[in-house]
């Protein structure tokens, strides 16, 4: 587990319960369509997806597609078929989907507003810490979300760690750039970090946390870290 790192209130098991769920509302209600109008299976099928991405908007999105697919198989004309023939069936679909896609967003939004709330200390905190292991080597990742969190929002949604890996194709960070807004942004992949003395055969991986994508974060801030971390090694 990352430092700090907040999981999701589900896992996979929510995502494989919810899409059984919608797979047995679907069949089960395929028998009796006739007597059943659309619009009934899809208000079915959308309170499911709406709790499940509330819960978990990665099992939000999987269970979106999930229900548009069950609802287009077992319900539109023609059935057992994924092709549509009925305009008004395909706005249905799409609207189930989008439901599902939207409250799936909404969540993860709040998600990571949420992460970002638990990571930031307080100045006095950063600096309480750092003192108490002044005359100690610390661990990269320790040393980094202790200086940083309280720096700047972005820079709490970044992982960092020490490699001598010299394959790694991965973006590098400049230290200098022709861009006056000072912001450097890390991809969701990660990016490298040189250290200002050559000799050293080590490099800084910075990468945002699952979940986050790519970070923006100020190009100042990352080398006060690189460089206050070099003198420790």
């Given amino acids: 587990m ?36 659309l619009v009934n299976t899809a ?10 991405a509330i819960l ?16 287009n198989y077992f319900h539109t004309e023609p059935t057992h078929s994924l092709r549509i ?30 992460l970002v709330a638990e990571r930031r200390l307080s100045a006095e905190q950063v600096n ?15 040393l980094w979300h202790d200086s940083v ?9 970044i992982d960092v760690r020490l490699t001598t890996d010299a394959d790694i194709r991965l ?3 400049a230290r200098q750039s022709g861009d006056d807004s000072g912001l450097v942004l890390v991809p969701e992949s990660g990016a490298l970090v040189e250290f200002r003395n050559d000799r050293l055969k080590s490099r800084l991986i910075l990468t945002p946390q ?5 970070v923006e974060v100020r190009r100042e801030v990352v080398f006060a870290f690189v460089d206050a971390y070099e003198l420790t090694i």
């Fill in 2 to 37: 990352f430092y700090g790192e907040r999981r999701p209130i589900a896992g996979w098991w929510l995502w494989l319960v919810a899409s059984l769920s919608l797979f047995v509302i679907c069949l089960a209600t395929s028998p009796v369509r006739a007597n059943m109008s």
């Fill in 43 to 52: 208000l079915a099928l959308a309170c499911v997806t709406t709790v499940v």
């Fill in 56 to 71: 978990d908007w990665r099992s939000g999105v999987a269970n979106s597609i999930v229900a548009a697919l069950s609802l």
């Fill in 85 to 114: 023939t009925a305009a008004s069936d395909v706005w249905m679909v799409v609207l189930l989907s989008a439901l599902g896609l939207g409250v799936s967003a909404s969540t993860a939004f709040r998600w990571r507003r949420s």
């Fill in 128 to 142: 309480s810490r750092l003192l108490s292991d002044a005359f100690g080597v610390r661990q990269a990742d320790s």
């Fill in 149 to 157: 969190d309280a720096l700047a929002e972005g820079m709490s949604l």
């Fill in 171 to 173: 973006p590098r960070i």
């Fill in 210 to 214: 699952r979940g986050v994508g790519a």
